[in-house]
T-cell receptor
């Protein structure tokens, strides 16, 4: 089967660092995505990992270990506006009905940033 | 740049009514998708299309139909709405994947349609 797990909720303090973990089991692997979704809005792209290691983009970093089926999103210098849900999504390697791999989403982690 | 546009943004239906949700993208993307998002369930794929004139079923296709007569449009239809179809619906599109490893070919989402079936 295909499964993506991430914590349901997390709370952190403004200015702090928070790490959101994601573990996955899919039929092959061809990339992992992190999306940010504010309440009532559409998901927006944050980061993409296809090779092992860390990808850094400003205050946001994402790490991938393919052998462990594991990724994390690291948010530094937290701001109130970072309060949102963070979605981990994986693209399987194998064809899924001929689609070349639709994204499979985790259920999301709701992050609350407190003053 | 419009990106992905969904209409309508909100709708209330009575059980048994039908409706069509429209998704339009102006990025010349090959792939288009319809997802539904429910509390505690995450995003689940309803139907998708890999090109004009082609559609396929996703994870939760029952009760929905789709059509992609033009490359830029992807329509989602509910023939006989049920309360279980109360949800937020997102359309997304992505470009053709040509195999360049570090290119993400990720999704661009529309702003969503909040549908309530009573």
């Amino acid at each position: 089967g295909q499964n993506i797990d991430q914590p349901t909720e997390m709370t952190a303090t403004e200015g702090a660092i928070v790490q959101i973990n994601c573990t996955y089991q899919t039929s092959g692997f061809n990339g992992l995505f992190w999306y940010q979704q504010h309440a009532g809005e559409a998901p927006t792209f944050l980061s993409y990992n296809v090779l092992d290691g860390l990808e850094e983009k400003g205050r946001f970093s994402s790490f991938l270990s393919r052998s462990k089926g594991y990724s994390y999103l690291l948010l530094k210098e937290l701001q109130m506006k970072d309060s949102a849900s963070y979605l981990c999504a994986v693209r399987p390697l194998t064809y899924y009905g001929g689609s070349q791999g639709n994204l499979i989403f985790g259920k999301g982690t709701k992050l609350s940033v407190k003053p | 740049n419009a990106g992905v546009t969904q209409t309508p943004k909100f709708r209330v239906l009575k059980t048994g009514q039908s409706m069509t949700l429209l998704c339009a993208q102006d990025m010349n993307h090959e792939y288009m998708y319809w997802y539904r998002q429910d509390p505690g369930m995450g995003l689940r794929l309803i139907h998708y299309s890999v090109g004009e004139g082609t559609t396929a079923k996703g994870e939760v296709p029952d009760g929905y139909n789709v059509s992609r007569l033009k490359k830029q449009n992807f329509l989602l239809g509910l023939e006989s709405a049920a309360p279980s179809q109360t949800s937020v619906y997102f359309c997304a599109s992505s470009p053709l994947r040509t195999g360049v490893l570090r290119t993400n070919y990720g999704y661009t989402f529309g702003s969503g349609t909040r549908l309530t079936v009573v």
